[in-house]
């Protein structure tokens, strides 16, 4: 980690002049000049690039925020989506690196006002990696939020003929984007599911994917959330949220994963679990397992256990397993029918 305090523009393009594939930004505010900018970068190199912005109209009225930045995005080809009360600024570069802190995708924010930012490099970035791919999917499940030519064109029109008075002014209350839960809305009485992952819990920790055969005994209840228990024990360190789930014949693994819709960092992870699973535990339990693509959640330092550690998976509350206690108790068994 990078503690960056001054030449933030300066670190932030040294680091995406170096990119090879993609690049997601997501930032509340945007100005032309750093995305110019940033767009001679995407054509030179070639790069996939994902904006997460704002679409309020009262930003566009104050000027921290400019509909001509967003049109030239859009302009050349950069898919821009809104979300609502978006207040993360978060850059993260071919999945290797990212920068975090308080600097908006702007002139000031990166070059004038006194802002603060952390630069993470490939061993730091997953959890980061996992928040924005939430992030961008959350936004699409909930409906078509790409921000369009078309709709700058209206916002223009409407703007244009705007003067301040009491009338006019309740049109600044427009906004426009999608509305996500956010991730820290995770309640107390919110159910994990809690499963025994034993030898494979450094290639669950390592991907952020989990498998288990479609067979007796492993027929778990739909869950948003899950943790593992380590043998030994049964001790839980660490929570996931279940992004994705899907089922993949191992005779044929690899032509089942090319058909699933996920994102291509995602198939490389679920690809390393396969093969280095293969060496040690292999996949012999039954034809079909179900797969678990995750994202990390947070860490549990207390180190939480149950009474015994028996097979199978168990329900616990979030607010049990956050309780600081190392003893923990279950809700209700979790078997599906």
Same mark, same amino acid.
């Given at each position: 980690?990078?503690?960056?305090?001054?030449?933030?523009?300066?670190?932030?393009?040294?680091?995406?002049?170096?990119?090879?594939?993609?690049?997601?930004?997501?930032?509340?505010?945007?100005?032309?000049?750093?995305?110019?900018?940033?767009?001679?970068?995407?054509?030179?190199?070639?790069?996939?690039?994902?904006?997460?912005?704002?679409?309020?109209?009262?930003?566009?009225?104050?000027?921290?925020?400019?509909?001509?930045?967003?049109?030239?995005?859009?302009?050349?080809?950069?898919? &821009?989506?809104?979300?609502?009360?978006?207040?993360?600024?978060?850059?993260?570069?071919? /999945?290797?690196?990212?920068?975090?802190?308080?600097?908006?995708?702007?002139?000031?924010?990166?070059?004038?006002?006194?802002?603060?930012?952390?630069?993470?490099?490939?061993?730091?970035?997953?959890?980061?990696?996992?928040?924005?791919?939430?992030?961008?999917?959350?936004?699409?499940?909930?409906?078509?939020?790409?921000?369009?030519?078309?709709?700058?064109?209206?916002?223009?029109?409407?703007?244009?003929?705007?003067?301040?008075?009491?009338?006019?002014?309740?049109?600044?209350?427009?906004?426009?984007?999608?509305?996500?839960?956010?991730? /820290?809305?995770?309640?107390?009485?919110?159910?994990?599911?809690?499963?025994?992952?034993?030898?494979?819990?450094?290639?669950?920790?390592?991907?952020?994917?989990?498998?288990?055969?479609?067979?007796?005994?492993?027929?778990?209840?739909?869950?948003?959330?899950?943790?593992?228990?380590?043998?030994?024990?049964?001790?839980?360190?660490?929570?996931?949220?279940?992004?994705?789930?899907?089922?993949?014949?191992?005779?044929?693994?690899?032509?089942?994963?090319?058909?699933?819709?996920?994102?291509?960092?995602?198939?490389?992870?679920?690809?390393?679990?396969?093969?280095?699973?293969?060496?040690?535990?292999?996949?012999?339990?039954?034809?079909?397992?179900?797969?678990?693509?995750?994202?990390?959640?947070?860490?549990?330092?207390?180190?939480?256990?149950?009474?015994?550690?028996?097979?199978?998976?168990?329900?616990?509350?979030?607010?049990?397993?956050?309780?600081?206690?190392?003893? &923990?108790?279950?809700?209700?068994? /979790?078997?599906?029918?």
């Amino acid at each position: 980690m990078k503690l960056i305090t001054t030449n933030i523009e300066f670190e932030l393009f040294q680091s995406i002049n170096q990119c090879e594939e993609k690049i997601v930004i997501v930032s509340p505010f945007m100005s032309t000049r750093v995305v110019e900018k940033l767009v001679q970068v995407i054509k030179a190199r070639d790069l996939h690039c994902t904006v997460v912005t704002r679409f309020d109209r009262k930003l566009f009225v104050d000027k921290v925020h400019s509909l001509d930045a967003l049109e030239f995005l859009i302009e050349n080809g950069i898919e &821009v989506l809104a979300l609502q009360s978006l207040h993360t600024k978060l850059y993260v570069l071919d /999945n290797t690196k990212c920068f975090t802190g308080s600097a908006n995708f702007t002139n000031k924010g990166l070059t004038a006002n006194h802002e603060m930012v952390l630069a993470f490099d490939q061993q730091e970035v997953a959890p980061f990696v996992a928040y924005v791919d939430n992030l961008v999917k959350s936004i699409k499940d909930t409906g078509d939020w790409q921000i369009t030519a078309e709709q700058l064109q209206i916002e223009r029109e409407i703007l244009a003929g705007y003067q301040s008075s009491v009338k006019m002014d309740k049109i600044l209350t427009y906004t426009w984007g999608a509305n996500v839960e956010a991730e /820290n809305t995770v309640r107390d009485e919110d159910l994990i599911l809690s499963v025994a992952a034993g030898g494979t819990i450094h290639l669950i920790k390592e991907n952020q994917v989990h498998a288990h055969p479609i067979s007796a005994g492993y027929n778990y209840a739909p869950a948003k959330y899950i943790t593992f228990r380590e043998a030994n024990g049964g001790v839980m360190d660490s929570l996931y949220r279940i992004d994705q789930m899907f089922s993949i014949d191992m005779k044929d693994w690899r032509t089942d994963i090319e058909s699933i819709d996920i994102a291509k960092d995602r198939k490389g992870h679920i690809i390393r679990y396969i093969i280095e699973r293969y060496k040690d535990f292999d996949f012999d339990k039954a034809e079909i397992y179900k797969f678990y693509s995750l994202s990390y959640l947070c860490n549990l330092p207390h180190k939480p256990r149950p009474p015994q550690n028996n097979a199978g998976g168990w329900m616990y509350t979030v607010g049990e397993l956050r309780s600081g206690r190392e003893i &923990v108790y279950t809700v209700k068994r /979790n078997m599906g029918k």
